[in-house]
């Protein structure tokens, strides 16, 4: 008997000592393999480093001695490896080695402690307690942790849709995507689930992404000011490494890691208007109409969940939308692409053949214990696919036939994938999932769920929208998951502070790798006033994703529902939209070649100015443009800070000198937009939808500049894919000005002839008045005409295949 007792008491204390945190022993051996350096522990712990590029490291440990497979839905497995032009392992006495073309890691003998340096031996990151983990008996997964030192001066960035300060310090947040209706700044989590962030200090940039789909947390010296840490609640310590030393940099390394997305429509990048709901048929009629009539430009039209009958996934009502074919097809002549809303809830009911097949093939996710999941949602209670199951995706993709291929819809919403259940908020943690031959419960599936749902209905859009391009907007997401869909900000609130934190949300999302964003214009939850709603527009007029939407709970919010001055005042942004679109889409083109984020806060600008550092609200569009939001009411413009160098007022044409404060006047019809000194920016004619035109000309809006600068134009009609084919067309424009000359060239490169034949070249700040002009070496003639911002300036119109254009 006192034997028996000795043993449950041994076995109760080592069940408390699993509960303590635990660490690397010393390092015993180190093994070469071809994937990387092994690194193995005194007491079974395993580091496994992988030199991904001469940028990227990779660190994966192993608590006791044995690796699962490796996996992830964020990188995917087929990416080419990039050579390395230098890599060395070294054994030192009291460590290891690793120096690659940009980096020297060292990995300490006495507790497997990480030090990365730069090859000019500055100090970039370095282990406070680094790895360590905890027992957790109730799961019976591990605790994994890793804490490193804060470096002086240190600033955090990133970290996907967190509605708070750009910089992230002195904040800790979790990742677990959560439908959080009506947040507010601070509220955390919030619906997208991105476990990467950049660091700044002494003017050098790194990122961490930590690759786990685990409840995950950040601690950016929160707890304490010298610690920053990052931990989750079961899987792998798995986190990449990423060297700039820019923050740009970081960001293109993470976007191409992740993979950035394929090309859109152009449509998709013009204006979209959304309701809760727009039913029956002759409302969305109506609406369409009222675009029309007024002439606002609009490409999009969406249909909430009123569309299906009894809020059933892939059908119509056949009240609201008796004959949808011919509507989608009366509604496309007009130019209005129709979208529809997909949620992942499908209702129990015998009669509904959607959930009859899903039930019989056994595609809905189960309890661990082997009943079907159920949760209320909009069409009650409803049992739920798992998209972690290849197979599952596959059947789902298929769905879309009816819709896409049959009906005419152009593109799919998907909402409450977090994913959200009424009045449970999400799941039950004993839900099983296959997460594609990795099977686990909805602790490790649940951060992946919305972004492998966009996964499948992006698949299934792309199949049976072929031959032109997919259009799918999702709610919650994953790192990499801007490989498969557009996103937006959630059901904010309209108010003064969600227009601010729209502006660094989408800021913010956009350096996390996910670009294609914007969010509801003008608040979904309440109802905006006029003023309030035309500033919401004049800054989501330079988001990628650009989409008014409300709650039908809180009244009317199209552009002309707050009277004829409001009206006029959104359409002028909205038609300012409009002929960016060669810009915006430019800019699109970049993200998807280099990795680029689209929206870049002011410390990507200039990161060796410490004034960057704490913005927030200025940002650039692409290459040459600064906008900067005014939050406040009945303001007649703002203060805002220009990164170094030289740029233009919009509106104006005033030059400002950077690295400094500037008033920018902007009574309701403006916001503050700055042009780059000797920037070229295309612009469109005003079109109230795409291709309503021929596009014949294109303006090319030229800004003088005293020394050189580089722009770029790409065109590939916006359409299908002939560009994967190499129908496409590069335009690389390079200006050169003094101050009695300026000149203009052109460099051609892909076979694509675009519809214009030639350029209106407008001639922005000279200082100079213009009197020679040549065009290829023959002489040409600038005329006087009034700009879009209502300025009279020079213009030449020159053929859009023209080499150098010199000015004196």
């Not at 993709?397 to 259940?421: Q, R, S």
């Not at 009045?423 to 099983?432: A, I, L, N, S, Y």
């Not at 990795?438 to 951060?447: D, V, Y």
Request: glycine share 10%; with cysteine.
């Amino acid at each position: 008997m006192a034997d028996t007792i000795q043993d449950n008491n041994y076995m109760i204390n080592d069940l408390v000592s699993r509960k303590q945190e635990h660490f690397p022993g010393k390092v015993i051996s180190s093994k070469t393999t071809d994937e990387g350096f092994l690194f193995s522990c005194d007491n079974g712990v395993q580091l496994m480093l992988y030199v991904v590029t001469d940028k990227i490291l990779r660190f994966r440990y192993a608590a006791e001695g044995r690796f699962e497979a490796d996996f992830s839905y964020a990188v995917p497995a087929d990416q080419p490896r990039r050579e390395l032009e230098f890599l060395e392992f070294k054994e030192k006495p009291d460590h290891y080695r690793i120096t690659t073309e940009r980096l020297i890691c060292t990995i300490s003998k006495d507790n497997a402690a990480v030090r990365i340096l730069d090859r000019s031996g500055t100090l970039l990151s370095a282990d406070e307690k680094g790895f360590h983990w905890e027992y957790d008996y109730e799961t019976g997964n591990d605790i994994v942790k890793m804490s490193k030192q804060v470096q002086s001066g240190v600033h955090y960035y990133g970290l996907g849709d967190k509605p708070d300060n750009m910089n992230l310090r002195g904040k800790r947040f979790q990742n677990w995507g959560t439908d959080t209706y009506g947040y507010v700044k601070g509220s955390d989590p919030l619906y997208k689930n991105i476990p990467f962030y950049l660091e700044l200090h002494q003017k050098i940039a790194h990122g961490i992404f930590f690759d786990n789909s685990f409840k995950s947390f950040f601690d950016f010296a929160a707890e304490r000011a010298d610690v920053t840490s990052f931990w989750a609640m079961g899987g792998e310590m798995n986190y990449y490494f990423i060297y700039g030393p820019t923050l740009m940099e970081v960001t293109q390394e993470y976007t191409r890691l992740t993979c950035p997305p394929e090309l859109p429509p152009l449509w998709a990048l013009g204006y979209h208007q959304c309701k809760w709901s727009y039913f029956p048929e002759s409302n969305v009629k109506a609406i369409a109409q009222g675009f029309r009539d007024r002439k606002i430009p609009c490409d999009a039209l969406y249909l909430d969940i009123d569309y299906m009958d009894g809020f059933r996934c892939f059908t119509w009502s056949p009240t609201h939308f008796p004959e949808p074919k011919r509507m989608v097809q009366e509604l496309a002549e007009d130019g209005f692409k129709t979208i529809v809303i997909i949620d992942p809830g499908i209702k129990i009911d015998p009669n509904y053949p959607v959930y009859t097949e899903a039930l019989e093939k056994d595609y809905f996710c189960r309890r661990g214990d082997g009943p079907l999941m159920k949760g209320s949602v909009w069409p009650g209670l409803c049992n739920f696919p798992d998209f972690t199951h290849p197979t599952v995706r596959e059947w789902w993709a298929g769905l879309f036939k009816g819709l896409i291929e049959e009906t005419g819809v152009k593109g799919v919403w998907n909402d409450m994938n977090e994913p959200a259940v009424f009045e449970k908020g999400t799941f039950p943690d004993d839900v099983r999932f296959d997460y594609d031959g990795n099977p686990g419960t909805h602790r490790k599936a649940h951060n992946v769920y919305g972004m492998q749902m966009a996964r499948a209905t992006n698949e299934g859009v792309k199949r049976f929208a072929y031959p032109n391009r997919p259009f799918t907007i999702t709610r919650s997401t994953y790192a990499g998951g801007q490989r498969y869909s557009s996103g937006w900000t959630g059901d904010n609130i309209a108010s003064w502070e969600h227009l601010w934190l729209a502006n660094i949300q989408c800021q913010r999302l956009s350096i996390s790798g996910f670009s294609f964003v914007g969010s509801d214009v003008g608040g979904f939850i309440d109802t905006p006033d006029g003023e309030l709603y035309v500033r919401w527009v004049a800054l989501a007029a330079f988001h990628p994703f650009f989409r008014t939407h409300s709650s039908g709970d809180h009244g009317d919010q199209e552009p002309w529902s707050f009277g004829q001055e409001f009206c006029d005042l959104a359409k002028s942004f909205i038609e300012l939209r409009y002929r960016l679109l060669p810009y915006m889409y430019t800019t699109f083109w970049q993200y998807v070649q280099e990795g680029t984020p689209m929206l870049r806060p002011l410390a990507f600008l200039d990161q060796n100015d410490t004034d960057t550092y704490l913005r927030m609200a200025e940002f650039a569009l692409g290459d040459h443009l600064l906008v900067c939001p005014i939050t406040q009411a009945g303001a007649d413009g703002r203060w805002m800070y220009l990164p170094r160098g030289n740029w233009f007022y919009y509106w104006t044409d005033e030059p400002k000198g950077g690295g400094a404060e500037v008033w920018a006047s902007a009574g309701l019809d403006r916001i503050p937009l700055f042009v780059r000194a000797g920037a070229v920016i295309p612009f469109y004619p005003v079109m109230q939808y795409v291709g309503e035109k021929v596009v014949e000309q294109l303006t090319l809006h030229v800004y003088y500049t005293e020394g050189e600068e580089l722009s770029v134009l790409y065109d590939d009609g916006g359409e299908g894919y002939g560009y994967a084919k190499g129908q496409s067309t590069t335009r690389h424009f390079r200006v050169r000005g003094n101050d009695n000359s300026f000149s203009l060239k052109q460099e051609i490169t892909g076979p694509y002839v675009p519809t214009y034949e030639t350029y209106s070249v407008v001639l922005h700040g000279f200082p100079f008045a213009p009197t020679t002009l040549t065009v290829d070496g023959q002489p040409a003639e600038a005329a006087q005409g009034v700009t879009e911002a209502g300025l009279t300036l020079p213009h030449v119109i020159v053929s859009a295949g023209f080499g150098e254009l010199v000015i004196q």
